[in-house]
């Protein structure tokens, strides 16, 4: 199953679980950037209010395809309960292209996590093959959670 992680990650968390799934699945990793529009304290508070108001923003070009892949895994951090301002702006950009299966994870302190799937399959009007919640306190310690996620992927 030809695979895609695309994600976005302004702290590094998402970056970390979106680098070990890829490692277990050999597959091929894209990560959404945006210029560090939402870095410091005032981008946390631009990205808690852009991210409820659902609105979109400027995103760098991707390189990867996702018409060509079999499986798009989609990695966010939890903004004010619901998906990342950048990843936002992937989906309405790319959901046409998403021709088959879609999973997601998400990372987050300690809630939203459930309405950010919810949110996730709502704007790629697809239901989701699997998903994968990461808090702060799993962050150290995410194998078990990732291991059966992978499965959930794989059957
Ligand atoms: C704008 C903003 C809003 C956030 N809102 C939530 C939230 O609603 N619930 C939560 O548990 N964590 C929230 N967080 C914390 C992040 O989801 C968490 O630290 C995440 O792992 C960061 O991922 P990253 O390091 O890949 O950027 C928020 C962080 C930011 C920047």
């Known amino acids: 199953m030809k695979t895609l992680i695309v994600y976005y990650s302004r702290t590094g968390n998402t970056d970390k679980i979106a680098k070990i799934i890829q490692e277990k699945l050999n597959c091929d990793i894209e990560r959404i950037t945006d210029n560090d529009k939402y870095k410091g304290i005032l981008g946390f508070i ?5 991210a409820v108001s659902g609105r979109g923003t400027t995103i760098n070009q991707c390189s990867k395809n996702p018409e060509e892949y079999d499986l798009i895994i989609i990695g966010t951090p939890v903004w004010a309960g619901t ?5 936002n702006t992937y989906i309405i ?8 299966k879609i999973a997601c994870f ?8 459930e309405e950010t799937v919810k949110e996730i399959s709502k704007r790629c009007e ?3 093959s699997a998903t994968l ?3 702060e306190a799993d ?3 995410p194998s078990e959670k990732i ?7 794989k059957n």
């Open 126 to 128: 697809k239901s989701l």
């Open 133 to 135: 919640s990461i808090t």
């Open 83 to 87: 998906l990342a301002v950048p990843v």
């Open 106 to 113: 998400t990372t987050c302190g300690s809630s939203g996590y």
């Open 93 to 100: 950009q790319n959901r046409e292209k998403f021709k088959r």
């Open 46 to 50: 631009k990205g808690g209010f852009n």
């Open 147 to 153: 291991n059966t996620f992978i499965n959930k992927i």
């Open 139 to 141: 962050l150290n310690n």
